[in-house]
Structures are given as C-alpha cells and as structure tokens.
C-alpha cells in the first residue's frame, strides 16, 4: 500500500460550502527537491538515498505534524 500525506487548509464560505487547498509537497525521494535535500546534508554519503529511499528503506524524508484549530 502506498500512502501520499499532505497538509491541506479547508475553508467554509459564507455560503455553507468548503473548499480545499493543498499546501505542501510530498516529502519522499521521488520528490526530488526532497531527495536533493538529504543528499546535500550528507555530502560523500552516496548510499544516503537508494531506491528513492532513505539508506534505502525509509519513504519518508521529514515529517509532519497534525494541528487542529
């Protein structure tokens, strides 16, 4: 199973009705803004990133919390 996270800001019109915006990027190695990042952190460290992996097992490059208003 494959998950994709993003952090998204819903607002309710005055009308009743919600829209949705999506307000980040995925934060794994086929981002590869994200990829870049680990690898600039750990220069000489080839291995860092394998299979668009973290070291080649973790998906994900940082995290995110959940915040409720």
Known sequence: M???IF???GSKSESGSWTSKVVSTSHNG???????????????EHECML??????????????CMFMC
Not at 30 to 42: G, L, P, R, S, Y
Not at 51 to 64: P, Q
């Open 2 to 4: 494959r998950l994709n």
């Open 7 to 9: 952090a998204v800001i």
């Open 30 to 44: 086929e981002n590869k803004d994200a990829a870049a990042q680990v690898i600039a952190a750990h220069p000489g």
């Open 51 to 64: 299979d668009n992996r973290i070291i080649g097992a973790i998906a994900v490059t940082r995290g995110m």
